[in-house]
T-cell receptor, first 110, second 113 residues
Framework: EAGVTQSPTHLIKTRGQQATLRCSPI?????VYWYQQALGLGLQFLLWYDEGEERNRGNFPPRFSGRQFPNYSSELNVNALELEDSALYLC?????????FGPGTRLTVL | AQSVTQPDIHITVSEGASLELRCNYSYGATPYLFWYVQSPGQGLQLLLK??????LVQGIKGFEAEFKRSQSSFNLRKPSVHWSDAAEYFC???????????FGTGTLLAVQP
């Protein structure tokens, strides 16, 4: 069974640009979660999508947004990039209460 | 407030020695508890989870964890560490309506030959 996949592996942007990160969940999982792992800040919850709807979001500004598609894959968009957005962005999918993580996208903002 | 504390930032053990990583949580309701492992630059791999029932849970790679409600703890153990166990270990608590995971700050494990 294929795991959670994320693309791209690495992404380099400059301040003020927009970044789009993608996630494909494990087959049969309808929930997708996004987390940010920034140096010194640990793992922080960003967003939760289920059945195409945003169900919960963490304490992040509105320039962090996303969506979930009918096939349950998801996009995370970060607008007006700031230097402190540099981090590993992890996607997880879940059939219920257990989250399974992908390999992450390393976003570097210059 | 919901939180997870991993008191040990960095632990070094010799290969073949036993291991215990500590995790304490604060959570209003009955928690779902997890241990994940992360190798450098990689995602998180689920080691084990506790939802209810037997308080000693077995996971992958020979790891086990014990839930102690009275101590609000969920410590991870392994009887004999292998060099390939060197990684960062995260304890997490979740559940409830928000479904989000709250992570501890992680414990970085180094294994000496």
């Amino acid at each position: 069974e294929a795991g959670v996949t994320q693309s791209p592996t690495h992404l380099i942007k400059t301040r003020g640009q927009q970044a789009t990160l993608r996630c494909s969940p494990i087959s049969g999982h309808t929930s997708v979660y996004w987390y940010q792992q920034a140096l010194g800040l640990g793992l922080q919850f960003l967003l939760w999508y289920d059945e195409g709807e945003e169900r919960n979001r963490g304490n992040f500004p509105p320039r962090f947004s996303g969506r979930q598609f009918p096939n349950y894959s998801s996009e995370l968009n970060v607008n007006a990039l700031e230097l402190e957005d540099s981090a590993l962005y992890l996607c997880a999918s879940s059939p219920s209460n257990t989250q399974y993580f992908g390999p992450g996208t390393r976003l570097t903002v210059l | 407030a919901q939180s997870v504390t991993q008191p040990d930032i960095h632990i070094t053990v010799s290969e073949g020695a036993s291991l215990e990583l500590r995790c304490n949580y604060s959570y209003g309701a009955t928690p779902y508890l997890f241990w994940y492992v992360q190798s450098p630059g990689q995602g998180l791999q689920l080691l084990l989870k506790y939802f209810s029932g037997d308080t000693l849970v077995q996971g992958i790679k020979g790891f086990e964890a014990e839930f102690k409600r009275s101590q609000s703890s969920f410590n991870l153990r392994k009887p004999s560490v292998h060099w390939s166990d060197a990684a960062e270990y995260f304890c997490a608590v979740g559940g409830g309506a928000t479904n989000k995971l709250i992570f501890g700050t992680g414990t970085l494990l180094a294994v000496q030959p």
